[in-house]
């Protein structure tokens, strides 16, 4: 009950125990009104003096409680101790009677509330007002008939009989002393937080810095007030630093997260904040601990910059997204123009070419401008897959017609190169729901590197097979194969293998990055065997009923988990992404 603006020790010692005494005097002074008042004012004004007697003491105490000042309740109390003891003196039969004795209650409760001579001091007055004020109590009330009886002492009795709980609170008071008196320099000396702790974790005080550091009132910590607001992943390692602490161990220092208030605006879903916290433990001191609470600033700062890294990763990947959107936008306009127009001149639909050198300028113009506009659009796909934007729309097909489409788009490439393009679909491939187009894509850009990257007259094979409920195919070449070195940068954008002979050829890197992506949105599987010089094999597994769900956001390009197994039985290399 005493009350939050209080923080000193001995301010909040002062005001726990006058609220104490001032919710238990009541009690006394019933007792007292019983023996001593009824028998001359009868029941009625007994009941009166009792209510009277609760509702004045628990109001001083409850304003204590509310305000946290206590001078003016405590020259109220003293008054209204001196008026009281003064009238059950006259009740009892003046200063003959045993009840006199309870003079010596007022300095001793006044010095045991304060703690000092000057508050001593104030109770002797107050009890020599109650000795004046009990001839003057004798003539205002009917007390003149009270005789003196041997009963009278249980009154006194009863009051002395409450310093015996007090003797053992003077000395556990004392023990205590030096421990809090150090408790409070430690405090002086670091911006930390002080507690005493019980063998098995309750707190059994805490040091006012509890308000600055963890804006908590130091009495929300007692019992498992702290334990409650631990973390719950490092309640294990806080217990198992309490064990070791209970073996014998004279210090441990552990990391954990403690929930502190909301800020009141109530946006905050959780409020844990890192602190350090170490525990310490005197020869003398037992089974009590001491635990050093402070925050812990390096692991607060770290958070706070990841946070600010990611708000600017986040912001550049927003920006790199809006400049590949422009850019390719305003490069594929001009693209298509420089092609259509270089189409149609390639045709001689205006004329024949009076140079034969003219016409295969404008194939070389055409052709340019038809790689580059690949290349845009491999940008623009690549982007869109990281960003989480790019839109699939499955549909049942046939995967062998898009197989059909791939090789005839593909067939004038591998003739050039001498290179036999090959179909081995099993009959029981049947249909896909997945994609068309982005299916196509897999194929075009598999197809267009195995014939890119193998020697002429060498074999390029596309096959496809349905295990179970997935639709697994592959494109295998016999072409330059991929060095064990290599394989950590396989399916970067931008990054392509560099050798003798792929320095030969036009390239981004973008197209394995691209098929990782459409793999990924389809919840799909992409494994890679190769080997120097025997060729490659990628092989990739679809879903024959589809996706589940869109997961751009969850597998984007950059951030698939891959795996890599060396040393297959015949030798090869295998990436699985």
């Known amino acids: 009950m005493v009350h939050p603006s209080i923080i000193g020790q001995s301010d909040r010692e002062r005001q726990r125990r006058f609220i104490g005494v001032m919710l238990a005097a009541p009690f006394f002074a019933a007792g007292a009104a019983v023996t001593l008042v009824t028998s001359g004012l009868g029941a009625a004004v007994t009941m009166a003096v009792i209510f009277a007697a609760f509702g004045l003491c628990w109001f001083v105490a409850l304003l204590v409680a509310a305000t946290g000042k206590m001078a003016i309740a405590s020259w109220i109390a003293l008054a209204m101790a001196g008026i009281s003891l003064g009238s059950l003196i006259a009740a009892a039969g003046g200063l003959s009677s045993p009840v006199a004795m309870l003079v010596v209650a007022l300095p001793f409760e006044a010095w045991w509330i304060g703690a000092s001579r000057r508050a001593a001091l104030w109770g002797a007055v107050s009890a020599a007002v109650a000795i004046l004020a009990q001839p003057l109590a004798g003539t205002v009330f009917p007390f003149a008939g009270a005789q003196t009886a041997a009963w009278h002492w249980l009154v006194p009795l009863a009051w002395a009989l409450t310093l015996i709980p007090r003797a053992s609170a003077f000395r556990n008071t004392a023990d205590a002393a030096d421990v809090v008196d150090t408790a409070d320099r430690l405090e002086d000396i670091i911006d930390a937080v002080i507690l005493r702790v019980a063998r098995h974790g309750e707190v059994l005080d805490a040091s006012p810095k509890a308000r600055t550091l963890l804006k908590l009132p130091p009495e929300l910590l007692s019992g498992n007030g702290l334990f409650d607001r631990v973390h719950l992943s490092d309640r294990v390692s806080y217990l198992s630093a309490l064990a070791d602490m209970r073996d014998g161990a004279l210090s441990r220092r552990l ?28 020869e ?56 259509g127009f270089s189409d149609m001149l390639l045709h001689e639909m205006f004329g024949a070419f009076k140079d034969p050198r003219q016409k295969e300028y404008v194939g070389l113009v055409r052709d340019s401008g038809q790689h580059l506009l690949a290349v845009v659009t491999s940008i623009l796909d690549v982007s869109r897959i990281e960003s989480g934007v790019y839109a699939t729309e499955p549909e049942p097909f046939r995967f062998a017609d898009a197989v059909d489409m791939c090789q005839s788009m593909m067939q004038l490439q591998a003739q050039a ?23 196509q894509q897999m194929l075009i850009n598999l197809v267009s590197n195995a014939i890119k990257f193998t020697p002429d007259g060498g074999d390029v094979v596309v096959g496809a097979k349905r295990i179970g409920s ?20 396989l399916g970067k954008p931008f990054m392509q293998i560099q050798n003798d002979y792929t320095r030969r050829f036009e390239g981004t890197g973008l197209g394995l990055s691209l098929v990782k992506g459409l793999v990924a949105l389809h919840e799909g599987t992409m494994s890679i065997e190769s080997m120097p010089g025997e060729g490659t094999t990628v092989t990739i597994s679809l879903p024959v009923n589809g996706p589940k769900g869109h997961q751009a956001e969850k597998a984007g390009v950059l951030t698939m988990p891959v795996a890599m197994a060396k040393g297959d039985r015949n030798g090869s290399l295998r990436k699985t992404a």
């Open 284 to 339: 003398e001191q037992g089974d009590v601990f001491t635990l050093v609470l402070r925050e812990n600033d390096e692991i607060a700062r770290l958070r706070e910059d990841l946070a600010a890294a990611n708000e600017a990763a986040a912001s550049a990947e927003v920006a790199k997204g809006r400049f590949l959107a422009v850019v390719s936008h305003e490069l594929r306009t001009p693209l298509n123009a420089i092609i």
């Open 255 to 282: 990391e954990l997260r403690i929930r502190l208030p909301q800020n009141g605006n109530g946006l905050v879903a959780d409020n844990y904040r890192p602190f350090s916290l170490d525990l310490v433990r005197a």
């Open 470 to 489: 997935r639709l697994h195919f592959w494109v295998r070449d016999t072409g330059i194969g991929i060095a064990e070195e290599d394989f950590a940068n």
């Open 417 to 439: 190169k001498n290179i036999d393009l090959q179909v081995q679909i099993a009959p029981d491939a049947g249909d896909i729901n997945a994609d068309q187009r982005a299916v």
